[in-house]
Every structure is written in C-alpha cells, then in structure tokens.
C-alpha cells in the first residue's frame, strides 16, 4: 500500500509543479522513499525471520 501511496503522490507532483527543477528533485525523493520501503518490506512482513530455524 505504501508503493501505491508513492505512484498517487508522485502523480500529483508531477501534474501540479510546473518548475522541472522542483518536479525532478520531489520525484527523486519520493523514488528515494519508495526504493526504501521496497527493500525493507521483508523485514517489516517476519519481523523474527532469523528466529525460524529454533
């Protein structure tokens, strides 16, 4: 839910800033924060993975 939350806001920026500058650097960040959440879903999802062998 949290990469489609990023797809909407990334939308959003991109129809409402009309300075590439700003457009560029808010989609970044937001690339930035959905990479994040995207590598890190596992971790979120079994908390206690490395517990599964005992």
């Keep these: ?7 909407v806001l ?5 129809a409402t800033l009309s300075d590439p500058r700003i ?6 960040i937001l ?3 959905a990479f994040k959440s995207w590598a890190r879903r596992k971790d ?3 908390p206690d ?4 062998s005992e």
């Design 1 to 7: 839910m949290a990469l489609v939350a990023y797809v």
């Design 44 to 46: 979120v999802m079994h």
């Design 10 to 14: 990334g939308a959003l920026a991109y």
């Design 23 to 28: 457009r560029l650097l808010t989609l970044l």
């Design 49 to 52: 993975g490395d517990r599964e």
């Design 31 to 33: 690339a930035m924060f």
